[in-house]
């Protein structure tokens, strides 16, 4: 494309990556399989190479460059990493910008293995972490140790679904000499740009919907160009990598991100509106709907919202529970999200949190709207709900 500056994310998602003249006229870049990269002399191979010229496999081929366009393009980014997984994927942000003695801070509402990677890796090397509040806001400041290297954070949680105000967070730790990152898997590149709020790092479990289709797992890591080298140096330094069938899709789900979601978003917004008047629902965990006590923020930085929310009950025992999700036709019940199908999960959001508690009368349900009709989808939600009160009594 000639011209990026001026165009509309829909347009960099469908053609941002792509140069058909440079393979065979195919639309989309094929997928190279290959370790071995051969160079045509020895002064060719002798010469140093650039970030993009042919080396050798782990470095990445034409497949895995045109991913990492596109996701960098449509963000807002300065370039992106493409990894083998979301945790891996926070893994190398993570280490990217912390050596021995440094401090971490932490949202208390992150993706549980992101807290587990700081508490269990990051620890034993001489990285210290402290969680906060996510409602904490611009007061972020008064946390800041002298060896605060690193603010991260997600928005909103993929559990508890609390926005944090990244702008006026990002904006401390710029002030500080800090580094901020958000893991925008939720946002997707689409929804939410964290360079533009003052970010340094975005982070993405790819493996949801930028695939898509629950058929591959990816991660990526994009960053701007600030800490480029940082995170570029610590991948080649990992080897973190992703096969090229994994990445293909990868791009190939960016390719309809914007319809998937628009389609997501839509369903969601009706079943958020359909739960909120549930007598059995306490609260709907979903800052796109105007009744979410993250509402404000989402709309002021959001330009979209996607399809995972969450629902507290006011009271469930577990048999009511079992009754209520075993019987359910349409949502499967299992981890990951992000995929053209409806899920269903018991979440436990208190089990982690440290800097704050988790307050609700009962079991918050964790749910992934999916492409499927809206009614269908809420007639057996309703069946369910129907369950729970036949088993409570
Ligand atoms: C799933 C998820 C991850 C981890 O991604 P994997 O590809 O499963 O490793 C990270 N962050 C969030 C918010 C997620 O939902």
Known sequence: ????????????????????????????????????????????????????EQRYGRRGT??????????????GGAGCVIASSGLNAIALALLSQTKAGDHVLMADCVYGPARNFANKILARFGVTTTFFDPAIGADIDGMFQDNTTVV????PGSQTFEMCDVPAIAAVARKRGAISMTDNTWGTPLFFSPF???????????????????????????????????VRDMAGTLGVFAGPDDVYLGTRGMRTLAVRLRQHEESALAMADWLWNRP????????PHPKDAGHALWKRDF?????????????AA??????????????????????????????DPGANRTATTWNAPGPLIRIHIGLEHIDD??????????????ASN
């Open 1 to 52: 494309m000639k011209n990026k500056s001026n165009k509309q994310p829909e347009t960099l998602l469908t053609h941002s990556g792509r140069d058909p003249q440079a393979h065979f006229g195919a639309v989309n870049t094929p997928i190279f399989r290959a370790s071995t990269i051969l160079q045509a002399s020895m002064a060719e191979y002798k010469r140093p190479k650039g970030q993009r």
């Open 62 to 75: 034409p497949t895995t460059f045109t991913l990492e366009d596109v996701i960098a393009d449509v963000e």
């Open 152 to 155: 991260y954070m997600e928005a």
């Open 196 to 230: 533009a709020h003052g970010c340094d790092i975005s982070i993405h479990a790819a493996t949801k919907y930028i695939v898509g289709h629950s058929d591959a797992m990816l991660g990526a890591v994009t960053y701007n160009e600030a800490t480029e080298e940082s």
């Open 280 to 287: 059995e629902v306490d609260r709907v965990l979903y800052p």
């Open 303 to 315: 330009t979209g919202g996607c399809g995972l929310m969450g629902f507290v009950l006011k009271e």
């Open 318 to 347: 577990d048999t009511g529970l079992a009754a209520m999700l075993d019987g359910l036709e349409l949502y499967g019940m299992g981890a990951s999200w992000g995929g053209f199908e409806s899920l269903i999960l018991p979440a």
């Open 377 to 390: 989808l809420i007639a057996d939600m309703d069946a369910g709900f129907t369950r729970l009160a036949r």
